[in-house]
Structure formats: C-alpha cells, structure tokens
C-alpha cells in the first residue's frame, strides 16, 4: 500500500521560512519523480517543483530562487524548503509520487502566509 505523509505546515508570516517533509513508503522510492504541488482555493492544483530519483528538479517559474525540493533516497524522503514566502503561497501543498501511469498523493498540509 502507497503511503505519502506530509508533515510541515503551519502559519508562517511574509518573509519567514517554512520546510515542508514527505515520508514514502510502499513504492521503491528511487523510481519515481517526487512532486510537491499546491492548491488555493478557487484554483486549480499546480505543480510547484519536482525532482527526479537522479536528482534532476523542475520549479516554477512562481518560486524559482525561493524554494528548494530535496530528497533522500536513503530515507524515502522529500522535502520542499520554503524561504522568503509570500501570501500568495497560502495553499494546501501535497506530495506526488509519479512513475508512468504510477501517480500517487498525500493528504495535503495547509500553508498559511500572513502576519
């Protein structure tokens, strides 16, 4: 059974810091390309930034040089750092994992920005 825990979130003001984390279990971690995307409401889920088990990232153009996405491969872990965040990153944030028509998620973890 494909299980994708997030853990991290919380309310966190303009600016702030914030590292969400993604434990996996139930796939053979190093095949799938690890994602963390994020839906507010009224819009649509979007891809915020992935990575590939070789470690190749892919990150929006909205987060691009504030966010970071690692992983360890060892301990089946993602993670999503999250610096100088903005309220326009209040969103559900929820880790995919993705292998060919593979394509699972967690429950979600609420980020909010606001001072």
């Known amino acids: 059974q494909v299980q994708l825990a997030e853990s991290g979130g919380g309310l966190v003001q303009p600016g702030g810091s914030l590292r969400l984390s993604c434990a996996a279990s139930?796939?053979?971690?190093?095949?799938?390309?690890m994602g963390w995307y994020r839906q507010a409401p009224g819009k649509e889920r979007e891809l915020v930034a992935s990575?590939?088990?070789?470690?190749?990232?892919t990150v929006a153009d909205s987060v691009k040089g504030r966010f970071t996405i690692s992983r360890d491969n060892g301990k089946k872990m993602v993670y999503l750092q999250m610096n100088t965040v903005k309220p326009e990153d209040t969103a559900a944030y929820y880790c995919?994992?993705?292998?060919?028509?593979?394509?699972?998620w967690g429950q979600g973890t609420q980020v909010t920005v606001s001072s």
């Open positions: 990575i590939t088990g070789g470690g190749r990232t």
């Open positions: 995919n994992s993705r292998l060919s028509s593979h394509n699972y």
């Open positions: 139930g796939i053979t971690f190093t095949l799938y390309t």
